[in-house]
């Protein structure tokens, strides 16, 4: 794995507060058409915070960015991906990792991931459109729907609206691998400049 340093979160930060300030933007605006609290985009911008995947989608959907203009998203040639050959990449020093399942076909309404998630991950609350789907391969992970709790084991599963607040976090001392499928629109490739991101 790469070492993620401070340098990577403060890029970040200071890209997505050029990208606004370029756009003529306030953060109160940008946070209206992202879904977020302005005390939570501060703190990324001021890489006192690490958005997760999600959210980072959330924001350059709100800037007309397409996700790969913040992070590298490997893209497989075809529809065939390979246990062990898959490239991962995180979102700047986040301790989760994402390996890329879904090909990035023209017209694909599909994203899906398997996430990496080490003990003690705790994620912020997501509000969206579309849908998601989310199988636990190994360890436990708690998610929040909607004000209720759902403690998921190897084997159960979750499918919801993208539009009912959620929020998921690490059980116990064991890492936890999940398989995320969703139709969440602004995790497809929408931008045309890419900032390559840190893969390991």
């Not at 794995?1 to 990577?8: E, K, Q």
């Not at 200071?14 to 953060?27: E, H, M, V």
């Not at 090909?103 to 599909?110: I, N, S």
């Amino acid at each position: 794995m790469s070492v993620i340093d401070r340098a990577d979160q403060l890029e970040l930060g200071s890209l997505i507060r050029k990208c606004r300030k370029q756009r003529g933007l306030t953060l109160q605006a940008l946070c209206d058409k992202a879904g977020l609290s302005p005390g939570y985009l501060s703190q990324v911008e001021r890489a006192m915070a690490t958005p997760s995947l999600g959210t980072l989608a959330q924001i350059a959907h709100a800037l007309d960015l397409g996700l790969e203009y913040f992070v590298s998203c490997p893209k497989p040639a075809d529809a065939v991906t390979r246990a062990g050959q898959r490239a991962t990449f995180q979102v700047s020093d986040s301790s989760v990792s994402y390996e890329t399942l879904s090909a990035g076909f023209p017209g694909h309404e599909l994203s899906s991931y398997i996430i990496h998630s080490p003990p003690g991950y705790e994620s912020e609350t997501f509000q969206h459109e579309g849908e998601e789907f989310v199988y636990i391969l190994s360890g436990m992970v708690e998610h929040s729907l909607g004000g209720e709790s759902f403690l998921l084991r190897p084997g159960d599963s979750l499918h919801f609206k993208g539009s009912t607040p959620h929020s998921w976090k690490t059980v116990g001392d064991n890492p936890a691998r999940m398989l995320w499928t969703g139709t969440l629109t602004v995790l497809q490739n929408r931008g045309k400049d890419v900032l390559p991101g840190r893969q390991f």
